[in-house]
């Protein structure tokens, strides 16, 4: 897209944004005037008359409202309500044109056949997985029912899911018991996680004892903190909880900063389910489409170019691209390594090489400049130190 279509756009939202304001002044302009002319008439009705004749009075009312009428008939105040309405949208319809006139590329030219090949099975039982997430569970049987995949179904999965969003919605109420219930019966892998989880709800679950009262508390904190007072790492923290029973009840609640540790606790319990059944919440579906969204006007920036260019064109067939795409850190998820001489990202069953200067680099490129340097002793790509292959060490991420 090139600079001054994009310029155009902006104009056409700024004017849009003017005409909006200009029209909400307008009406409510128009609703004044007709409010002052009311109130206006109201006035010359109610206005007291010295003589209380029925008659003159029911003149003088007939007399208002018509005087009323015929000054709203002037003023036309629908009139140029709708007038600046009417240009707000021509002023909105010519911005969804102009919205088509300039994002006109076809996406499809984008997509390459040799890189991606689309296994039908796969693509469902992404969606599925999807689904899964999303807690569709009926939904979920549903589709791999009808895409033929219903020995997929995971019930074992669908269990832990319906779990969690049980916690969870008991959760939203500031409810604990199924969550406690649940970290219980996980004791021994939170301890392997080292995880404080099961100490905070019960933190948690007294302070919400203690706002009800503190004889309830004492007696949840004998039967529940025992364990915790035992163990180094909690028994500070659990001593420190017990003299919130010195707090008085309304202090309770900033002191402890009740809301703030909801939160927190929901959010290692959601990280603890995951690792404790090897789940991950994050549909890859919608990290697939949040991805190509994000990297496509790049692609599309390259597809024109590239249409025009010989040499790109070659690329085509390649199982690459030679552009690089950044869409942000949220979609790293290993690291990867690009070796500085050869720009090539490494595999991850290769493993680059660490000179005894410092500087690390492909064993690819290594063999390349050990191959072209007719001694045993090589020198770095990067600064003038030679050393020989035998002092080089591998690399393990
Ligand atoms: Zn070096």
Request: charged share 30%.
């Amino acid at each position: 897209m090139q600079e001054n279509q994009y310029d155009q756009l902006l104009k056409d939202v700024e004017r849009i944004k003017k005409c909006s304001l200009i029209t909400k002044q307008e009406i409510s302009k128009s609703i004044d005037s007709v409010l002052e002319l009311l109130v206006e008439a109201k006035h010359q009705i109610n206005e007291p008359m010295e003589i209380e004749d029925q008659e003159v009075r029911r003149r003088k009312i007939k007399d208002s409202i018509n005087n009323l009428d015929e000054k709203l008939r002037e003023k036309k105040p629908l009139k140029s309500v709708i007038d600046s309405h009417k240009k707000y949208f021509q002023y909105l319809s010519k911005y969804g044109k102009n919205i088509e006139k300039i994002f006109k590329s076809d996406i499809n030219n984008v997509f390459k056949d040799t890189l991606v090949s689309f296994e039908k099975e796969c693509v469902n039982e992404a969606i599925a997985e999807h689904l899964l997430i999303e807690k569709k569970f009926e939904l979920y049987e549903n589709f791999l029912k009808e895409t033929g995949l219903s020995h997929k179904i995971d019930k074992e999965k669908q269990n832990i899911l319906k779990t969690i969003q049980k916690i969870f919605d008991e959760f939203q109420t500031n409810q604990l018991n199924e969550a406690i219930k649940w970290a219980q019966t996980k004791k021994e892998e939170l301890e392997d996680l080292d995880s404080p989880l099961l100490f905070y709800l019960h933190r948690l679950q007294f302070i919400q004892n203690l706002q009800k009262g503190k004889m309830e508390s004492i007696q949840y904190a004998r039967k529940h903190f025992k364990d915790f007072f035992n163990q180094k790492k909690f028994a500070d923290q659990a001593q420190q909880v017990m003299f919130y029973i010195l707090l008085e009840n309304g202090k309770i609640q900033d002191h402890c900063q009740l809301d703030q540790s909801y939160k927190q606790v929901e959010e290692l319990l959601l990280d603890n389910y995951c690792k404790i059944y090897n789940l991950t919440i994050k549909s890859a579906l919608l990290q697939c489409l949040i991805a190509g969204t994000l990297a496509l006007p790049k692609f599309l920036k390259y597809t024109q170019i590239s249409s025009m260019d010989e040499e790109l064109k070659d690329y085509h067939n390649k199982n690459e691209y030679p552009i690089e795409v950044e869409i942000g850190k949220d979609f790293k998820y290993h690291s990867i390594f690009v070796c500085p001489i050869s720009r090539d990202v490494i595999e991850p069953d290769q493993n680059p090489v660490w000179l005894t200067c410092g500087h690390v680099i492909s064993e690819a490129s290594m063999k390349k400049i050990t191959a072209s340097a007719n001694k045993e002793k090589f020198k770095c790509p990067t600064c003038p130190k030679e050393m020989t292959a035998r002092e080089t060490k591998k690399i393990y991420f």
